[in-house]
């Protein structure tokens, strides 16, 4: 699967995705306005998924491009049909894309503590768990949730694996 990168006529999409019932318990929400800066500007990359037919199938957002460590953040990736098989698929692009067209050593993310499946897909690809960052997350209810700080290095990713 290769993503391609996304336009300002995405982001309906992009925000239908984050919207979906469920997903609000692991990834964050941006307004209008909050996409449409961050895509215009040179830290974010936006990569969608493309199903058989190049219907849009998914969203990753890429941060912190420009971090003069290498250090590049998966800041948010979510599935319109999750559960399918196409999310492994898709990270596995992402992560070529990145390597392939960033100057990324390390690929970065956090998610969260109870999000077994996608902690299960980062796992399967070589992501390390770095640590466990207590108490991090504020949930709608007022509650905390941790996070897990996740990374892959340059090193330890093969382009053969991203096939
Ligand atoms: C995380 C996400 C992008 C993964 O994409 P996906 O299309 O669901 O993933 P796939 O179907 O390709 O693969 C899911 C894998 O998780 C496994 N899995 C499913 N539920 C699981 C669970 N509760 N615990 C552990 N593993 C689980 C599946 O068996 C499969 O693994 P396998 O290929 O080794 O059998 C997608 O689920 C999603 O959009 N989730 C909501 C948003 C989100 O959580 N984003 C990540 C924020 S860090």
Redesign the pocket.
């Known amino acids: 699967m290769a993503p391609r990168l996304a336009t300002p006529a995405d982001i309906p999409f992009v925000m239908a995705?984050e919207r979906?019932p469920?997903?609000d318990?692991?990834?964050n929400l941006w307004t209008e306005e909050q996409h449409a800066a961050a895509l215009a500007g040179p830290d974010h990359a936006y990569l969608i998924a493309t199903g058989p037919d190049g219907e849009p199938a998914?969203f990753a957002i890429l941060s912190d491009l420009r971090d003069p460590h290498g250090n590049i953040c998966?800041k948010?990736?979510?599935?319109?049909?999750?559960?399918?098989?196409?999310?492994?698929?898709?990270?596995r692009a992402v992560t070529a894309w990145t390597f392939g067209n960033t100057a990324a050593h390390r690929f970065w993310?956090?998610?969260?503590a109870s999000?077994?499946?996608?902690?299960?897909?980062?796992r399967?690809q070589n992501f390390a768990e770095e640590g466990i960052l207590r108490e991090a997350r504020l949930e709608a209810d007022g509650t905390r949730t941790a996070l897990i700080l996740m990374s892959l290095l340059r090193r330890e990713w093969s382009p053969e694996t991203s096939r």
């Open positions: 995705v979906i469920g997903h318990a692991y990834i998914g998966l948010r990736i979510a599935m319109a049909a999750p559960g399918r098989g196409l999310g492994a698929a898709f990270l993310l956090y998610v969260v999000n077994d499946r996608a902690r299960h897909v980062y399967a």
